[in-house]
């Protein structure tokens, strides 16, 4: 199942908003303010933002072009009760992917947010490399030379992880954010496991690339001598 940030301070909209996601098969975190959203981005992968205009610590615009700022390019349709035309033009110059006026009708965000996440944003975005291995989050495959596997949701989330943090040890709670969200539930030896059939994939495929353990710290990649 793919999932989205859904930054938005209204609980029952919000609410309503993720029902109505999870009908067409699409996961969504609910972050209530802006503060909770940048850690959430920068520890998990999400394939969409939708992101309210109006926010209790800040605006959705100005977060918005800090996240362009940094080079992330993971769609965006900002939500707002703002429809005049230089509002709607602010938020796609900014970098907003869409643009979507309260109220509206669900059915008509479901498939626009179905649309964003359907439409290319770039290879770097799509696709990403480390040593002898390529991840494609669209097909959800992990492959080296001519052999590649399938990845499962949480897999695939943790090597995404993994990827844009090569070089450096990623802590056990932020494998556990990006593979399951923030504030879900994971029996105490859920990551490991994850890991563990990381690594059987690795070597299915005869990847020099290893999942390191790197002991009190956390996990790492690293090419095999």
Known sequence: MSRV?????????????????????????????????HYAISHAHYALLILDRG??????LAFLRKVREAGRMIPCLMLTARDALHDRIDGLETGADDYVTKP??????V???RTL??????????????????????QHALHCADRSVTLAPSELQIMLTLLRAVGQ?????????AAWGLGKAV???AL??????????????EATTRVVNVRGAGFALQERD
Request: charged letters at 20%; hydrophobic letters at 45%.
């Open 169 to 177: 040890t990623v802590p056990h709670v932020t494998l556990e954010h």
């Open 5 to 37: 940030a859904l930054i938005e301070d209204h609980a029952r909209l919000a609410g309503m908003i993720r029902q109505a996601l999870a009908g067409a098969g699409i996961e969504a975190d609910i972050f209530g303010n802006l503060s909770e959203a």
């Open 55 to 60: 926010l209790p610590d800040g605006d959705g």
């Open 192 to 205: 490991e496991v994850t890991i563990h059939r990381l690594r059987k994939k690795l070597l299915s495929i």
């Open 117 to 138: 996440m359907r439409r290319p944003v770039g290879l770097t975005t799509l696709i990403q490399n480390f040593a002898d291995i390529v991840v494609d989050p669209q």
């Open 104 to 109: 509206f009708a669900m059915s008509e965000l």
């Open 187 to 189: 029996t105490p030896n």
């Open 111 to 113: 498939a626009r947010v």
